[in-house]
């Protein structure tokens, strides 16, 4: 299934998108795409009965706003320098393990929200990301299995970035990582039966129309399975859990100088093959 949320921030109703590509409503079956939700196979189950039932009114969608997929998301936990190519360009050597640092919910928006370049910055960048979403409850996982058995679905994040904040500034990472609309999110939470193979997934991503980022999800270091499993090691991941898992070559911190940082009026889209597709306008904080 392809689930999502629609309406203004703040008020956004659960809905499916259908095989025809029809907008249905959800609000009279379940009241939104959360942790709960995922958490609750017989939920679960009357969504996928009526969708296949045709039972679901379908909704206008122009004009209508596509928020995050998930709501009362937990937390955003992220793998830093997860692609051969992306280690490659930055000059980093490969990690021994995963890199872990952590976004605030807070910085998730809606797929095709504005996203706020912040005050002082001269070095905002991009990162298409694969978004695994957690739909029960992992600590102490053994074997990849039991990870993949974690996950309920999957999305596309935007994890941008402020290459000052986060390297030159002094301490972790967290200050370049966690500016206000510095996660979108979406469109859709595409389940993890739909994704039969997540590493054999295609991310692009374009700024003004330019191609900067084409890459596979092939090139991971750490694969989904192993990263859930490694996380639930030091952590316990909760439904409505989001976990980032890095970006492929072609960030702008990867380009020979000057490099093309964001600036407000520029416009980024991205897309994951079969997860759909952002686009986001800069503005200035």
């Keep these: 299934m392809k689930l999502l949320r629609v309406g203004p921030v703040g008020a956004e109703r659960p809905a499916l998108l259908d095989e ?9 079956i379940v009241p939104d795409i959360d942790g709960a939700l995922l958490a609750d196979e017989t939920a ?5 009965t009526a969708a296949a039932a045709g039972d679901l009114p379908a909704l206008d969608a122009a004009g209508l706003r596509t928020g995050a997929p998930l709501a009362r998301i937990g937390k955003v936990v992220c793998i830093g320098l997860n692609y051969h190519d992306h280690a490659r360009e930055t000059g980093a050597p490969i990690p021994a393990e995963p890199i872990v640092f952590m976004k605030a919910a807070d910085t998730v928006v809606g797929p095709d929200d504005t996203v706020l370049v912040p005050r002082g910055s001269v070095k905002t960048d991009w990162e298409v990301e694969l978004a695994v979403v957690i739909g029960r409850t992992a600590r102490y996982l053994e074997t990849d299995e039991q990870a993949l ?11 941008v970035s402020e290459r000052e904040f986060q390297i030159e500034r002094g301490g972790q990472w967290d200050k370049g990582k966690n500016c206000e609309t510095f ?11 739909e994704v ?20 596979t999800t092939a090139e991971q270091i750490f694969p989904v399975a192993e990263v859930v499993r ?7 991941l909760y439904p409505g859990d989001i976990i980032n898992t890095g970006t492929p070559a072609g960030v702008a911190m990867g380009h020979p100088e000057p490099k093309p940082y964001l600036r407000a009026g520029d416009v980024v889209e991205l ?9 986001q306008e800069l503005k200035d904080a």
């Design 196 to 215: 039969p193979a997540p590493q054999a997934l295609g991310l692009r991503l374009w700024v003004n129309g330019e191609l900067k980022q084409d890459g």
């Design 149 to 159: 058995a974690a996950v309920a679905g999957y999305t596309i994040a935007h994890d």
């Design 183 to 193: 996660n979108p999110l979406g469109p859709w939470l595409v389940t993890a039966d």
């Design 44 to 48: 679960l189950d009357r969504v996928r």
């Design 230 to 236: 490694y996380l639930s090691q030091f952590m316990t």
């Design 20 to 28: 025809s590509g029809t907008l249905r409503d959800l609000s009279g």
């Design 271 to 279: 897309e994951i093959d079969g997860l759909g597709r952002q686009r």
